[in-house]
Structure formats: C-alpha cells, structure tokens
C-alpha cells in the first residue's frame, strides 16, 4: 500500500486520502456525437510460445519427445530393463537427405513378459489425467514380423495404473504404419505418466509415440486444449496475433520460424528447439522444443473458431537483435519476402494455386480471409527499414489490400522508437506496434499517450503490454489488482482515441505454473487447471464491451484521465443499441459520480453495472481461487438525462443502458 501511495502522490493524484465527505463529480458524455469508429480488431490476443503456451500448453499432446528428435534423443523417456541387455533399445536414424523427423526406437525382445522392457515417458511436467476420459493412444511403426505386443499403461505418483490397454500391430514389411487405440482413464491425477512394456519376441521401430485427451477443442483428434481456448473464446477478441514475439526472429536466422515447416502431415513437421529453451539462466527449460503440432494451419483455424482475425507475423530476415543480431544480407532477402507472398495465398488463395491447394489439401478449401500481416518483431535500426521497404514493395505490389504491422522496437520512447516512429510515417506505415512493459504508476501517467497523435495517417497497434510489479524480466511480477487496475485506466485512453489506436493485445498469454520463462501472464495453467488472472478479466471485459462508436466523456471540458484519480471511456454498441461507460478509480475512497447524458436521446430507466473491486491492491487470483477479482454484475437505476452512481475505491466499473427508439 505504502508503494501505491507513492505511485498516485507521484502521478500528482491529490484526492485519494482525503475523507469521503466530497462534492459530487460531474461527468458528461455527448451521446449523439460520435467521435470515431472503434473498430471490431480493437481488443485482441497476442499468442507466443513462451512458458510452454504451445506443446505442453494449449497444445494437448501428452507425450514429452514423441518423435525422439531433442537434442537428447531420449530426454523425457526412461529405460527400465529387467535383466539388463545391451542393445535392446536404440536410437536410429532414417536414410535419407534432410529428413524432417529422421530419429526412430528400436526395440529388440526375447521372450519379454510384463517387469523385462519397458519405457515411460514423463510428459510435460507429468500429463494431466482425467478420471472417466478416453484416451487415443497412437504410434508410427514397422516390424519384420509379428510377435511383440505392446502394453500401455498411465500411471499416478504412487505407481498405480490408473488406465491400460494393449496394442497388437499388426502391419508387416518395410514401410511404416500407424495404428491407434483408444482406452479410458479411472482416475484422475495431475502429474501421471505414460509406460509402455513390451510382450514376446522380435524386433519393432517405434516413432511418433503420442497420447491425446478425447475433450479437445471441438473435439477434434490432435487438437487442442479445451479449457484454455475457451478462455479465449470468452474474450471475443477481435484478432489473434501469432505465433509471437521473439520466436519469430529467433536467437539466430536458423532458429527463427519458418511457416512452410509448421503446415501438412504432423510427421513431416520438423521439430527445433524454443529459443526460451536457453533465453534466461534463472529460468532454464532444457526440454522446450517446438514439435509444430500446431501449426500456421492450426494457427488459422483457431482464429476461424472464435471469430478473431489472423494477424500472422512473419521474418524479416533480421535474427533477435538482443542475442546474435544475425542478418540475412540484402541481396539474400527474396527468400524472405517470397515466404511472406506465399503465406499470403496459403490463407487466401485460391484451390488452384499452389499453396491454396495445400490449404484445401489439409482439410479447409474456404480462404482464411487474411487481411493483416506483421513484418518482423521488436527489430531497429537502419537495417530493419531498408529490409521493410522491399517487404512493403512486394507485398503491397501483389496485394495493396493487406495491412502490414511494422516494429517500432522495444520500447515506447526514446531515440530508437522516436527515429522509428518518423520513418515509418514517411513511409505510409499501416500500423505501428507499440510495445510497452512498465511498472503501474507509467500505465497511469500515460493514459492520455494518444490523445495528441495525429488522427491520420499511420494506426497504432498496441502489440504488447503488461504493467509489471516488480521489474521487466523479473521472476517476481505478479498479476496483482494494481497491475490490472493500472491497465484498465491505461485502456480507456486506446479507446479513447480509438481514430489512432486499432488493435491492442496484453503479453504474453499463457504460462504454465511448472514450466515458466517470464512473468506476468494473462492465463496460468497446470496439467489440469486453467484460470484468468485479475488482468485476464479488464482485457475480457473491454472487449466485451467495446462498441462501436466512441463518445466525448469530459469533466470541465477535459477528457477524464486522471482527474480526481479517476479515468474514463464511452461508446454506443449499434447492435444492442446501448450506451457503454466505462469508469476506473484508482483512490483508496469511494467516488460520488454524476454523469450527464448530454443529446437527443433517451435510454431506459435502469442499466447492467458489471464491476471488478478488491480493497487489497497485491491480491492476486489463484488456483484455489481462480474467481476471487473477477466481474460481479449488478442493476443500477438511471435518470431521465443522467446517472448518479458510487465508484468504489480501487475499481473499475462498466455501466451499460439500453438506448430507447424515438417515438414515430
């Protein structure tokens, strides 16, 4: 607390120890007025794989290493061999010239039985099992002939099997198969464990060993965790952007993301390592790797199912600036661009074109309907502008309809931003992506950032934000109440000015508890459990509220940013037909608002008030309390030209009222 009022006396805040015996507030918002148009992309998603968010993530593949292709062929697994034979099991590699998935198992038995061979895999920070779930169990494999069978089991912490079935395969010769089977758990466990031991005599190769939960995400096989794309899902976000971040750059041009890689058979997927897998040295993650199982095309359909638009971000040729700051030189830029070109007719091209037949060949003939794409991640400099100007030539000369997102760095001010930000104006930009990590009282001090940005040319994108209570890279950030308060205020100015700022998206999106590079995060999961943060629930609640138009809200003819420690946004939602007010008070005291509806129309005699509030700055959301700050709805009487209302302390309060038709 004594932080917070360090934080408001700094931001020159002086009503917020004062007594609650105070003169009413007055508010007015010109209701017939629009001043812009918001548009539907405002509130959105900002995807990378960080913090396992991908495989052990929203991923819902169980197996750690199915196709043995870490850097350590067998992290993950474990041997158990009873008596011990040299050779049973080894690791061997494909014939072949650059092979995606060359690593394969072979397994030599001799007259094995249930305690001789075996190999469990511990899954991502164990696997999450769910008492009553089927299971589909799957393997690619190839066998000189009969004879082995194999025995799948999921075992708990206590060594008990909590779910089994076997497999027999049944396919002989020289070529691989696959065979599936599909078994039911009877428990439930968080950090269970997949082991297979084998029956009989012969010799078997195993690949792509995998085991998926039946409850994905429309319950598609392979496909993803049900749980957290709901989270999503109730957002309503406007636009997805993926699939980061620094994973597109990469620490160097070999590690960066290659799309055409990510896309058509998951075993023709070539596995890399996540360059958070060695980013920082007190959060090493040595078995974090990109399988690809979801992909550009997966990328795409997620973005279908819950209605947001694709925002792809793609290479420049520039690798992260902060690790090798490898280049692709200029006159070796075109396999770049054409990357970019291609992506472009992948999401929307037609069947008949190359990379749209490849689209229609994996399940989806409709174009993806893509209209904006990001060049580059957080990249500077001299260098990043003269790459962009031939990505903005060649785009814009096959496609002048798509939207290009360009970096302005890593910082919301200073020298670099500032010669970005005049040279992308002069060259026309699209978007701007502003990206800002801060402690809460910058969130405060600068949410009237945009109110003097020019109101055309160039649109910002605010790509990443996240207040930080501690310190940027810090292990102990936490999503408190301050963090997500401070936002909240920081985003009624976007949606004030939403004739500047067109898309805006928190950073980054999920973390698993047991498995995490970086914090604060929007969603924290474990094997089982998903929740929304405190700053889960602002972002949700803007972009469920956002409407259409943006109204004038002033207080003695000033916008209302800071004011009376208070700071607000209005809009007009054209399909309901209601007016939306949404009201921040950072004080420590209730606030006595009135607020007049100024204009010719009339709205009903009472409203919805939806409402986040803690008295406790630092409480957090949790596990065991996933909903302890989270919205609680209530009604609110209105007068005939004006609300009267108390804003509790430390709230935010979104006020919605039905706009009443004119009398023919």
Not at 495 to 508: D, G, K, M
């Amino acid at each position: 607390m004594r932080f917070f009022k360090h934080l408001l006396t700094s931001f020159l805040i002086v009503s917020c120890f004062v007594s609650n015996a105070q003169n009413k507030i007055v508010l007015s918002v010109q209701t017939d007025k629009p001043i812009a148009d918001i548009q539907p992309t405002m509130w959105g998603i900002f995807f990378e794989d960080i913090n396992m968010g991908a495989d052990g993530g929203i991923y819902a593949e169980l197996v750690k290493n199915r196709s043995f292709e870490f850097i350590k062929p067998l992290m993950g697994w474990k041997i158990d061999q009873q008596p011990f034979k040299e050779g049973a099991i080894t690791v061997l590699a494909k014939q072949g010239v650059n092979l995606p998935n060359p690593r394969f198992l072979q397994v030599k038995t001799n007259n094995a039985i249930k305690g001789n061979l075996s190999i469990t895999n511990e899954g991502f920070r164990g696997m999450g099992i769910k008492n009553g779930l089927a299971y589909d169990f799957s393997l690619h494999y190839r066998q000189p002939k009969t004879g082995v069978k194999l025995h799948i089991e999921l075992i708990n912490t206590a060594k008990e099997i909590i779910g089994s079935t076997i497999l027999i395969p049944n396919e002989t010769g020289t070529e691989w198969h696959k065979q599936a089977i599909r078994f039911k758990a009877t428990a439930t466990a968080l950090k269970a464990q997949l082991r297979i031991w084998f029956e009989g005599s012969g010799t078997i190769d195993l690949d792509m060993i995998s085991l998926f939960p039946t409850d994905t995400w429309k319950n598609r096989p392979g496909g993803m965790r049900a749980d957290m794309i709901q989270l999503l899902a109730d957002m309503k976000p406007g636009f997805i952007r993926f699939p980061g971040g620094c994973i597109v750059e990469g620490f160097d041009l070999a590690n960066r993301y290659q799309w055409k890689k990510t896309i058509g058979p998951i075993e023709e997927r070539e596995l890399k390592i996540n360059r958070w897998n060695i980013e920082f040295a007190h959060r090493p993650t040595p078995d974090y790797f990109q399988t690809f199982g979801l992909g550009f095309f997966e990328y795409f359909q997620l973005a279908e199912d819950i209605g947001a638009e694709p925002l792809p971000i793609i290479s420049c040729g520039m690798a992260c600036q902060f690790n090798s700051a490898e280049l692709a030189p200029l006159d070796q830029i075109d396999p770049f661009v054409q990357d970019a070109l291609d992506l472009i007719e992948f999401a929307n091209g037609k069947i008949t074109s190359k990379w749209g037949k490849i689209r229609n060949d994996m399940g989806h003939p409709a174009p993806f309907n893509l209209k904006m794409l990001g060049v580059g991640n957080e990249n500077w400099g001299p260098q990043y502008l003269e790459r962009l100007a031939v990505f903005q030539k060649a785009i814009k000369g096959k496609y002048p309809q798509i939207k290009i997102v360009n970096s302005s760095g890593t910082d919301p001010d200073g020298a670099r931003f500032d010669s970005l930000n005049v040279a992308l104006r002069k060259m026309n930009a699209d978007f701007i992506d502003e990206h800002y990590y801060r402690k809460p009282e910058w969130f405060l001090q600068n949410a009237n950032r945009y109110d003097h940005y020019p109101r055309n040319g160039s649109k910002i994108f605010a790509g990443e934000y996240a207040a930080q209570s501690d310190k940027t890279v810090s292990v102990n950030n936490k999503n408190t109440w301050l963090t997500a308060l401070s936002e909240a205020a920081f985003m009624t100015g976007l949606e004030r000015n939403a004739a500047v700022v067109q898309l805006a998206s928190y950073a980054p999106l999920f973390a698993h508890i047991d498995a995490w590079q970086w914090s604060p995060d929007l969603i924290w999961v474990n094997n089982l459990q998903s929740y929304g943060t405190t700053d889960y629930y602002v972002q949700k609640l803007f972009a469920t509220n956002k409407g259409h138009k943006e109204l004038s809200i002033m207080q003695n003819n000033a916008v209302v940013s800071g004011q009376d420690s208070l700071f607000a946004a209005a809009s007009i939602d054209e399909i309901t037909q209601e007016l939306i007010v949404k009201l921040v008070n950072v004080s420590n005291v209730k606030k006595s608002i009135n607020i007049s509806l100024d204009g010719s129309k009339s709205f009903a005699s009472q409203g919805k008030l939806l409402q986040l509030q803690n008295d406790n700055l630092q409480q957090t959301n949790s596990f065991e309390q996933p909903f302890l700050i989270s919205p609680k709805e209530s009604a609110i009487e209105i007068g005939t030209k004006n609300i009267d209302c108390a804003l509790s302390p430390y709230s935010f309060s979104i006020i919605r009222i039905k706009i009443l038709a004119k009398k023919q």
